[in-house]
């Protein structure tokens, strides 16, 4: 039975892979996990498949996800319809004038909006989507520059949701072996140097932007250049804009229509993240975010976006009609990726109800020793992470088995080395990850196809992977995650120079 619970998020990504075919690959490798939990009954099968998809979307942080998802589209809606985008365009063009260029505004839009993965996709999607167009990149570039800047940065920080949920992950690890005296938010910064794969991630986009492309995406961007088809011949991106919501109703928009909404996402968001965590009880910004609830946080911002962009519609003079027709075409814009999110979680549920991760670690568990560790764990971080779809259930599956080994194996001295190792694998199953909902956000806002963009970025997220499990392989003889990670940087730069140039 434990072997069999790696079979469905197989079949997921084999068929998603050989089909193109997100929903259908997702929903028939839930049906498998049907048959494997139902005893082989294919009819018994059906309803525990439905029964999970149910479960999922009325647990009430999925619900909330689910409509924050939908009013993120509303927002992004009204962003297009009042000109906002083409506002932006105009202000930046005659500085943004090389294709280059073009590429590293989504970089640098990523490092500022560090505090949230999913906003940071919308804002940098939205602020980059049309004016890389217009210099011919491929979406599947553009998705690739959101992707591998949204989850690295956030996990980093220095102040996000991720870092007051690997905080407060750290804090549980902690209590549970009786650690005193080592404060969980220290040897989280500890642990930066340590998380290789996120922070060659962020060195990679550059890095490339600058060099030249290679594999798919070389091919993808060869295409956009020479025949101006951002996305490939009969593939499908997950949010077409345009198609839903018709043109602008101004087309000579102002840049405010664009920045107005967004500053007032940021600005709620952040003001929800830290009152549901208790900041206006007197608590720590750390302590608030180990605290918040991010789907109520993020579910306010969104509308408040949303409210602001509807407001500035009414102001521009359009009809009431023609908003609720912005409303509609937002949330049309999103629903393919809210059924992806929804099958998604499914396979999350089925791999937890089989036990998948947990077949995933005992496998390993009896040959670790103390040089193999950070190792290990970066390499099963990365299988359940990928597996499953979700860097922060394979944090919360890795953290409460991982520190405690870490303080038998090397004492407090290996735990912020583990730390580093848990982050870093479970983010590079969120790049490589068709089920992954980082993943399915950077396609929906760079409108890119699904499989187009896995496809295209999984040789660019395996060289910082490859080079990253080097280095803790190499992490007992040197001992310095600085020198480490200066020596990682340098290798990428040559690898990814040398595949540039084959």
Known sequence: MEFLSVIPPIVAVVLAILTKRVLLSLFISIWVGGMIAAGGNPFEAVGVTFTWMK???????NARFLVMTALLGTGAAFMFKTGGAQGLIRALEKKLNTKKRVQLLPYFLGLIIFF?????????????????????????????IIDSTSAPIATIGPVSDWIGFQVSLIAASFASIGIIGLEPYFTFLQSIPWNFYAILCLFAVPMIILGKDFGPMAKAEKRAQTTGKLIPDGSVPLSSVEDDLGEPHKKEGNVWNFFLPLVTLISVSLWGLWYTGGGAEGKSMMDALADTDVSIALTWGAFAMTLTGLIMALIQGMKLRECEETLLGGVRTMLPALIIIILAWSIGTVTSELGTAEFVVNATQGWMTAALLPFLVFIIGMFISFATGTSWGTMSILTPIAIPLAYTFGGEELIPIIVGAIFAGAIFGDHVSPISDTTVMASIFSGSDHIAHVNTQAPYALVPASIAAVLYLTYSFIGSGYVLLIAGIIIQFFVLRYLGNR
């Open 116 to 144: 949230n993965d999913y906003v940071n996709s919308v804002i940098v999607g939205n602020a980059s989507k049309d004016i890389t167009a217009k210099h011919k990149v491929s979406r599947e570039k553009l998705s690739y």
């Open 55 to 61: 479960d999922v979307m009325i647990d009430p942080w």
